[in-house]
């Protein structure tokens, strides 16, 4: 029994501090100190489901997509699936008025279960094989973001009617060489897989390949300048070269592209003292710099579309762990077990991402120890939190919820060590709904032929 059991009065003397730009919208705590998100107290949710599980916030999903469509007017925002998709998640993306984007079979099967208009969805993808683009064709997506030379003649093969379809290119450049972030995530420079870099014709010699094809209806050009953009000034500079190829195609191939794809990459915060890109200065830069380039250029202002996955799904989703143990190294750091880690969070091994952690299932007054919170996969470095403060009386079974886990956490998620995967449960007025189910033993031996 902790001091807080006894004297529940001082959990509320003593109220938790949640950094609101980090945790879910609907985030609070209540009169017994659990941590709560949509009405509902974490705890209920790891009795319920286990641990580890990922938590999602509807509410703050789609307050995040409604926030993009009322502040870039004007502009088309597709959802980024890749950050995390399910037919429930796309559902909400599309009744919030976005479109989705996808970039393999199965991605484009889950937005299609979620009743996303196939109209509404753009397939993207550095590798896509004819396959893929068959189906996409076959499902009437509205735009195929062409990648390579080689999809030209792929797309052209299987297209019964008019297909839309875009060019990626690099539009390379200073402003975003630096972007702040992991290499790995910094697309919009030439010396990297995706698109078509712009300088050496070889957009140039794409778009005249797309315009021999009748069946292919060359409409605009996609870029996508990285990942953890926090300054709006690298998209406006990314428009201004996007609108000068784009006047260069119409003097060689004399056709006017009516639409440009800025791609996403807006960043969130994930432990305070992160900046965020602010989605107002966004809205200035991109009008600001569609004006200026139009007008340098005399050429008709096309339409704006924009793809932000982590902005919409990122902070919408926490991840529940229980502590399995809490040891102190003679000498060495206190680490914090718990029944996760890279199995369903990659992102501190790959990027050296940080993360925001709290207990969740009671609220502590005492004194803070410094930890690493480690997982339970057979690799050293397999962290999910390293130096952060948790309180010295934290013991195992304590439940600990890790902050900014939505995107690209149960997408990226594996079965190293043959782990299963965890649920996603959304959370919404009090009610508790599981959107993916645990992944389960035999579930992996299912795939095992034995
Ligand atoms: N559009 C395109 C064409 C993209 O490639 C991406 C992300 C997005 C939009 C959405 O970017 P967002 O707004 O979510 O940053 N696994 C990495 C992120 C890789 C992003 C790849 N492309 C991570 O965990 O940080």
Redesign the pocket.
């Known amino acids: 029994m902790t001091l807080l059991d006894m004297l529940p009065s001082i959990g509320r003397a003593a109220p938790r501090r949640l950094n609101p730009a980090i945790w879910p919208v609907t985030t609070h705590s209540d009169e017994q100190g659990r941590l709560c998100i949509g009405d509902v107290p974490l705890s209920d949710i790891a009795d319920e489901f286990h641990t580890p599980t990922y938590v999602i916030d509807e509410t703050d999903f789609r307050s995040r997509a409604r926030c993009y469509r009322k502040t870039l007017r004007g502009v088309e925002i597709?959802y980024?699936g890749?950050?995390l998709l399910t037919t429930a998640v796309a559902r909400w993306a599309s009744e919030e008025g976005l479109g989705v984007?996808v970039?393999s079979s199965g991605e484009l099967a889950v937005a299609l279960a979620g009743g996303v208009r196939p109209a509404r969805i753009v397939m993207?993808g550095n590798a896509k094989s004819p396959e893929e683009l068959r189906e996409a064709v076959h499902a009437g997506v509205g735009r195929i973001?062409l990648d390579s030379c080689i999809e030209i003649a792929y797309l052209a093969g299987c297209a019964r009617k008019s297909q839309p379809v875009l060019i990626?290119v690099t539009p390379d450049g200073p402003t975003w060489q630096d972007v702040p972030?992991?290499r790995?995530?910094t697309?919009g420079i030439s010396d990297q897989k995706?698109g078509l870099t712009l300088h050496g014709d070889r957009a140039d010699v794409a778009a005249q390949r797309v315009l021999a094809h009748p069946i292919l209806d060359l409409v605009g050009l996609?870029c996508?300048i990285?990942?953890?953009?926090t300054d709006a000034a690298p998209y406006g500079e990314a428009i201004r070269r996007m609108i000068a190829a784009m006047a260069d195609i119409r003097a060689r191939h004399g056709v006017i592209l009516t639409e440009l794809?800025i791609?996403?990459?807006?960043?969130i915060p994930y432990v305070p003292g992160d900046r965020e890109l602010d989605i107002d200065d966004l809205a200035v830069v991109l009008e600001d710099a569609l004006d200026e380039a139009c007008a340098a250029e005399h050429f008709p202002r096309p339409t704006l579309v924009v793809?932000?996955?982590?902005?919409?799904?990122?902070r919408a989703g926490v991840t529940l762990y229980r502590v399995c143990s809490v040891k102190k190294q003679p000498g060495g750091r206190t680490f914090v077990a718990v029944d996760g880690g890279m199995s369903d969070n990659?992102?501190v091994l790959?990027?050296g991402?940080q993360y925001t952690v709290t207990l969740a299932n009671r609220h502590s007054v005492g004194p803070k120890q410094r930890v690493t919170v480690a997982g339970r996969h057979c690799e050293a470095g397999d962290e999910i939190a390293r130096d952060i403060e948790l309180p010295v009386d934290l013991h195992p079974g304590d439940l600990l919820a890790v902050a900014c886990t939505g995107?690209?956490?149960h997408?990226?998620a594996s079965n190293y060590n043959m782990v299963c995967r965890p649920p996603l449960v959304a959370v919404k007025d009090g009610r508790a709904r599981q959107l993916v189910r645990r992944e389960t033993v035999a579930d992996l031996l299912a795939r095992d032929c034995g």
Do not use: W
Not at 226 to 229: K, P, Y
Not at 263 to 267: D, E, I, S
Not at 307 to 314: C, D, T
């Open positions: 597709i980024a890749k950050s984007d970039c993207h973001v990626r972030g992991h790995a995530i697309t995706f996609h996508h990285g990942s953890q953009v794809n791609g996403g990459g807006h960043a793809e932000p996955g982590r902005a919409i799904s990122g990659p992102r790959l990027y991402a995107a690209y956490h997408s990226m």
